[in-house]
């Protein structure tokens, strides 16, 4: 980490999981930041690698089963997420990545493997696969607008106490009751795979509050509205 | 191959009326309601119409419906070949080009990566061609892991002959299993799936070239003979040794001859998918000096690479379905012409969009860019954020009737490549 000015983003493993896109985020997480005149250093963690513990935004993606699995067994050797999330860091997990941060999740036989245990969720491999278009209404706390986006998992997600769910679904499975994602302090977490903030730019923007400490001013944001208003008219009902 | 069962002729023969009806109201080619029709009635068709030919398969994630053609001219230098041109590739297209040709003595079945083992199975196949696995609409084809470690088991145990890639870590995991390999360095530009080794998981090194984050330089398509080494740091799965080479505009065959390809289709990937065709045909008992002109005589397959004009304006259309199709269309393109791009999210493309993220647009940059398709507000968004000037069309006739007269490329995804060969001509 050799600035300390610059907002500094780690994507975490994108060499396992990193399927759906989930490059997406960094980019946008970037062009976000640096339209407003905000530095930015972006880390790219291999998981042979360690994870280093002073980041602002960590990025984790989605990915298959078996680099699920290893990824969580890396992350709980290495330690150094729990450590930058200790220091106040931000985090945005999506889809395998949100299932990790867990206590448990399903594993390639549908069996229970052990998550990080970053966050009070508990997941489980659901009776099928949740394919197609999410959208639900945010938690009212957040004060973002209607949560946008495309699942493919066959996870089931029960939250704990410790957390409260990230919006209350209108189409689509997310967490399979009725919620979708989850957050506490500064995580995120979401099925919303791949480009998540792609058609959520207000969560975006809440992570880089999250990370800068200040309120963001607005910035030309109409491609990113189109694409929401398109998405939005073609699913909701009329 | 013509003393088939009674009952499965007549399902062959119900199968071809059903094509033919299917063309004569401008439904489609054909191909695929003749074999549907064809396996209600006899499911073990595919078996008996398999049954006695010399069959290659061939799969992988990008290039099928190319190399089967490139396969396909040069296995008719030995006689009659029975194949599914038309890149219908699940079972019931088999049905119907086999059905369709039945005294071929030989077969090019391009086959669906998810269908490859039930395939495998039917058919009993004596050569599998294998080019490379790569992330592909995810929310229906699922993961391609588990797609190798299905061919694996397809594979195992059988008397088959592959002819595989050995650049692409995964197509060499997955093909490992088989009886006898013949090993192709075909190059593998698109590395963002294989970082990892699939034998362990460990991180897989690759020689000279160190882990390039997605999206930075380093992706360029050098498909040298040193740059594509690859392996495992934490276990032996590493690259065999191959016996061809693709070398730049050349293969070296496994004498350690250089023969330059010269070939009319465009790009690395097209040489990539010759190279495993000269090998394949090898196999078959074809020497390159035989097959090689053959290659040469293909100029497009099933649209590719086709220009449509209208008004003056010249097209040519590239078929790009996933990031690592995008990559090798971007190195086809004519960097001093305007390009027109047009994605959909129809069934056949995945309904899914967040490939969009994967590809590198960044090369666009400095030439003229022009969005269209069903989703063209995904691809405007990815564009502004790559820093891609571009201008948004409400279609691909808006798009090209905006171009100045001349040329133009085109880039386009499954239903939308479709949808502009039939406004525009389905010239093959």
Known sequence: MQSDSALRIVWIYPDLLSTYGDQGNVLILEQRAQRRGIPVETFHVR???????????????????????????????????????????????????????????????????DGIGLIDIASGRGEGRAVGELAGETDSALGLPTLTGFENHMGVTRLGPGVRPLARTTIGTGNGDGTEGCYTGRIVGTYLHGPALARNPGLADLLLTWAVGAQLPPIDDSWFERLREERLTAVLPR | MTQLPLRAQLASALGRTAATLSRATGRGDGSVIGGRV??????????????????????????????????????????????????????????????????????????????????????????????????????????????????RRALAGKNTHVIANADDPLVTWGASTAASVTWVSAGQPWKEDSWCCPQCGGPLDRKGMEYVPPGSAGTGANPGTTENDWACRECTFRRPTPSWVLDDDAVIDPRGRRWVLDLKLPGRANRAN????????????????RALPRLREVTSVAGRYTTVERDGRHARLLLAKNPAGWLEAFDVLD??????????????????????????????????????GERRLDLALRLDVAGVPFQLAGSFGQALAAQPPGKVDVIANYTAFQNIRSEFGRAV
């Not at chain 2, 050569?127 to 229906?140: A, E, K, P, T, Y």
Request: proline share 6%; with cysteine; net charge negative.
């Open chain 1, 47 to 113: 998981s042979a690698d360690p994870v280093p513990e002073g980041g602002d935004i960590y990025l984790i993606g989605g990915g298959e089963d078996r680099p699920q699995i290893l990824a969580a067994e890396r992350l709980r050797r290495d330690g150094g997420l729990h450590r930058a999330i200790a220091r106040g860091a931000s985090l945005l997990a999506v889809c395998a990545g949100y299932q990790i941060m867990g206590t448990t999740f399903g594993g390639e036989e549908g069996q229970p493997v």
């Open chain 2, 38 to 151: 064809s396996l209600v009635l006899e499911p073990d068709l595919l078996r008996q119409l398999a049954h006695d030919r010399k069959l290659a398969l061939v799969s992988a994630t990008n290039g099928k419906t190319t190399t089967t053609r490139l396969i396909t001219s040069a296995l008719q230098e030995l006689g009659e070949v029975a194949t599914n041109a038309f890149g219908a590739n699940m079972p019931a297209g088999h049905v119907s080009a086999l059905s369709s040709a039945k005294d071929a003595p030989y077969g090019v079945l391009e086959v669906d990566e998810k269908y490859l083992p039930e395939v495998i199975d039917a058919t009993g196949a004596g050569v599998i061609c294998l080019m490379n696995l790569s992330r592909d609409q995810m929310d229906r084809a699922g993961e391609i892991w588990l797609l190798a470690q299905k061919w």
């Open chain 2, 335 to 372: 960097p001093s012409l305007p390009v027109i791009l047009s994605v959909n999210a129809q069934g056949p493309d995945g309904r899914d969009t967040s490939w969009l993220w994967d590809v590198d647009y960044r090369v666009l940059r400095g030439r003229p860019v022009f969005v269209a």
């Open chain 2, 274 to 289: 010759a190279a495993i065709a000269l090998a394949t045909a090898e196999v078959f008992g074809l020497p390159v000096d």
